[in-house]
């Protein structure tokens, strides 16, 4: 009989998955912040991975600040395309942020 083992990186990959499944559980309205960097592209594989073949029950959000570079646009806009909803992908205007009260 052979044991089930996962090495640390597939113990943390696992408990992931489970923390996104459960806040998809349990919280109305969750959402994935993504920045278009190196953190928030691992985080919407793991969504991937968690939720497939469904849909990802939340949306992405990504904040346009004005100061990205045009790969990243380019970037998350195909994602959401490959993800097969673009509705799922809801970019915050720059006139909603300027907005915001500023810090003194």
């Known amino acids: 009989m052979s044991s089930y083992h996962l090495d640390h990186l597939q113990y943390l990959e696992t408990e992931a998955i489970h923390v996104m499944r459960e806040v ?4 109305e309205r969750p959402a994935l912040l993504f920045s278009g960097g190196k953190d928030s592209i691992c985080l919407l ?8 073949p469904s849909d990802i029950p939340m949306p992405f959000l990504n ?7 045009p790969e990243l ?3 998350r806009d ?10 799922s992908l809801h970019a915050a205007a720059r006139s909603a942020i300027a907005a915001l009260p500023r810090q003194q």
């Open 78 to 87: 195909k994602r959401a395309a490959e993800l097969g909803d673009d509705a």
């Open 24 to 27: 998809a559980a349990e919280f």
């Open 63 to 69: 904040i346009e600040t004005g100061h990205e570079f």
């Open 45 to 52: 594989r793991l969504a991937e991975k968690a939720f497939r």
């Open 73 to 75: 646009i380019e970037f």
